[in-house]
């Protein structure tokens, strides 16, 4: 799968930007949503770490429950990836959206496989993330992640 079907720039997404800063924007979050699909899919939180803003005003909201702060973020990220095999991740009809110079959003349907080398969870759910510039502009980091999806009954 290439890196811009993955992050919903196939031809199943639909990607509006909007804003001045909106290209830059667009194409910086595009990279990094793929650079996270794929510290997941290589289980390592050395990969994902960088992704993210390490303060604490990071939040990672997973199911309804919210890590917030940087450590308390690391430790949910570092218990998850610890205890995965393997990680299978396709978002698809992703969009960002810019929020000025200073920020954007990005928002597709995540289809995740996760399994712990015994029992696979597939699950489909919507993740929503902000990202904003990191303190000298070259780069974006993530501020807030929130995965949900419905239970299976």
């Given at each position: 799968m290439s890196a811009a079907a993955a992050c919903g720039g196939?031809?199943?997404?639909?990607?509006?930007?909007?804003g001045?800063?909106?290209?830059?924007?667009?194409a910086a979050v595009f990279r990094a949503v793929e650079q996270w699909r794929q510290g997941w899919e290589v289980r390592s939180l050395d990969a994902l770490a960088p992704l993210y803003r390490h303060d604490g005003n990071t939040v990672v909201v997973y199911q309804g429950k919210a890590?917030?702060?940087?450590?308390?973020?690391?430790?949910?990220?570092?218990?998850t990836v610890d205890g995965a095999r393997s990680v299978h991740l396709t978002l698809e009809e992703g969009?960002?959206?810019?929020?000025?110079?200073?920020?954007?959003?990005?928002?597709?349907?995540?289809?995740?496989?996760?399994s712990d080398g015994v029992l696979t969870v597939t699950d489909e759910g919507f993740l929503t993330m902000t990202f904003a510039r990191a303190p000298g502009g070259d780069r974006w980091e993530i501020v807030s992640e929130h995965y949900s999806y419905a239970a299976v009954p």
């Amino acid at each position: 799968m290439s890196a811009a079907a993955a992050c919903g720039g196939g031809s199943k997404g639909s990607t509006t930007p909007s804003g001045p800063a909106s290209g830059d924007a667009f194409a910086a979050v595009f990279r990094a949503v793929e650079q996270w699909r794929q510290g997941w899919e290589v289980r390592s939180l050395d990969a994902l770490a960088p992704l993210y803003r390490h303060d604490g005003n990071t939040v990672v909201v997973y199911q309804g429950k919210a890590h917030v702060g940087w450590p308390q973020a690391q430790s949910f990220l570092r218990q998850t990836v610890d205890g995965a095999r393997s990680v299978h991740l396709t978002l698809e009809e992703g969009q960002v959206t810019s929020l000025g110079a200073g920020g954007a959003t990005y928002s597709a349907r995540l289809l995740r496989e996760i399994s712990d080398g015994v029992l696979t969870v597939t699950d489909e759910g919507f993740l929503t993330m902000t990202f904003a510039r990191a303190p000298g502009g070259d780069r974006w980091e993530i501020v807030s992640e929130h995965y949900s999806y419905a239970a299976v009954p």
